[in-house]
């Protein structure tokens, strides 16, 4: 195989007005890693992850991906040099995001809304786009749902359908933004487990969390971001048990008041 990175960051940057939220972060990742962004809130961990697909304009550095540059084609990071949204979905079509709240259509039906993307931004044929989401749709164990409203159905069934929708566009790379942040308790695991599922069968995956022991057990490689910057990365088994900085010990403190379980670093892809 190729190592070909899916997905490059080159000292990305992003103010909102005079607020630099990302200040230069460098992050590469490739076919079949499972990269996990972990951080305290507001350090910058969506913002990085929605300018990785440009659903927020970076203004600063270069995303790249699969080594065509994201947005713009030139030098020029200001509005005006942006790309057209027809080239950026081009560029951007091997990605597709998983939602923290989900952001399904309330007035769709629960397969309506995976074939959303498919019809509207693939223009797939209407029997094609219901094939592959229904086919996407099982692969999360929500078949006997298609035809429910949002609404019936709890966060966890939700979110399962959020992952659908983005895995039915056939994606090499999976961006998700703290897929279980909204549940209730007694609904994580089921979304993790998909996750998992996921991970497991080759996705490979961006993906931010304050689960840390999920990002433990599913991780190639665990960031941790404070501050608008990458402060250290590295493997779940040495990041989480010897972190070099203080911040990040700081950070883990609470998490790490029991002992880590041997499950939570070595039960690593299967
Ligand atoms: N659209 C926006 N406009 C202005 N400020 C924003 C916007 N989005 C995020 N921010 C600010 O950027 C910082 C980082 O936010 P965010 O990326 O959401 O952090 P995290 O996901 O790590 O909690 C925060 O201070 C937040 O208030
Ligand atoms: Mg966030």
Redesign the pocket.
Known sequence: MHHEPIIQLRNVGKS??A?R?LKGISLTVSAGEIVTLI????????????CMNFL?AYDEGEVLIKGQLLGYSGPGREAKHRDSAALIAEVRRPLAMVFQQFNLWPHMTVLENVCAPLLLGKKLPRDEARKKAAAALAQVGMSDKAESRPARLSGGQQQRVGIARALALGPELMLL??PTSALDPERVEEVQDVIKTLANGGMTMVM?THEMSFAASISSRVVF?AD?MLVESGAPASLFRQPQTERLKTFLAPWFRRPLQPDDVERLHG
């Open positions: 909102f007005a607020h939220v951080g305290p809130s507001g350090s910058g961990k969506t913002t990085a992850l929605r927020e933004d703290e931010v971001m608008g």
